[in-house]
């Protein structure tokens, strides 16, 4: 049974279009979490809900907006894309107890045009 | 940025022993040592953690040194399914939710026949 999976794998967009990338956990984990890989490879941080709740917000643009309709979910809504939005978006979740591990999805690739 | 210094990548023959260190120097004392991976494009992959003691799982070994200040993963019969980029992350023991994980370049692994 996959544990974090996302859909799409794949999404090809144009510029200024507004897309969704969905993030489901069967793990029975509390908190889930967004990162993105650019072409660089650097995997960084945007998100992490707890419970429903947002906790982290790094500074990412408001366009950006993660959903939460509940534990199992965290989907992540784009508004008006751009080139430098083209990525690789990983969900992860983890258990409410620290220190502990996250496990990550098989990511999205997002190419933007 | 990443708290951590890795070599940019290693070479290792298949069946031998790969031993991956990683420099924290400036590790606190409530942070802990995480390792993770990434095979070529998938989502990173737990595995292992440590705060002050030498941990072992079934997957690695990690060696952590007395002052803390770097640590050696160990995998002790490298496969050719090793092939990926290790991470050694230091992350703050926060309160659940808000393990922010930062991934810095990692060291390319390279497992050769």
């Known amino acids: 049974d996959t544990a974090v999976s996302q859909t799409p794998k794949y999404l090809v967009t144009q510029m200024g279009n507004d897309k969704s990338i969905k993030c489901e956990q069967n793990?029975?984990?509390?908190?889930m979490y967004w990162y993105k890989q650019d072409s660089k490879k650097f995997l960084k941080i945007m998100f992490s809900y707890n419970n429903k709740e947002l906790i982290i917000n790094e500074t990412v643009p408001n366009r950006f907006s993660p959903k939460s309709p509940d534990k199992a979910h965290l989907n992540l809504h784009i508004n008006s894309l751009e080139l430098g939005d083209s990525a690789v978006y990983f969900c992860a979740s983890s258990r409410l107890l620290v220190p502990d591990t996250q496990y990550f999805g098989p990511g999205t690739r997002l190419t933007v045009l | 940025d990443a708290k951590t210094t890795q070599p940019t990548s290693m070479d290792c023959a298949e069946g031998r022993a790969a031993n991956l260190p990683c420099n924290h120097s400036?590790?606190?004392?409530?942070?802990?040592v995480y390792w993770y991976r990434q095979i070529h494009s998938q989502g990173p992959q737990y595995i292992i953690h440590?705060?002050?003691n030498n941990e072992t799982n079934e997957m690695a070994s990690l060696i952590i040194t007395e002052d803390r200040k770097s640590s050696t993963l160990i995998l002790p019969h490298a496969t050719l399914r090793d092939t990926a980029v290790y991470y050694c992350?230091?992350?703050?023991?926060?309160?659940?939710?808000?393990?922010?994980?930062?991934f810095g370049k990692g060291t390319k692994l390279t497992v050769n026949p």
């Open positions: 400036t590790i606190s004392g409530n942070e802990y």
């Open positions: 440590g705060l002050k």
């Open positions: 992350i230091v992350s703050p023991l926060g309160q659940g939710g808000s393990e922010k994980l930062v």
């Open positions: 793990l029975g984990h509390d908190t």
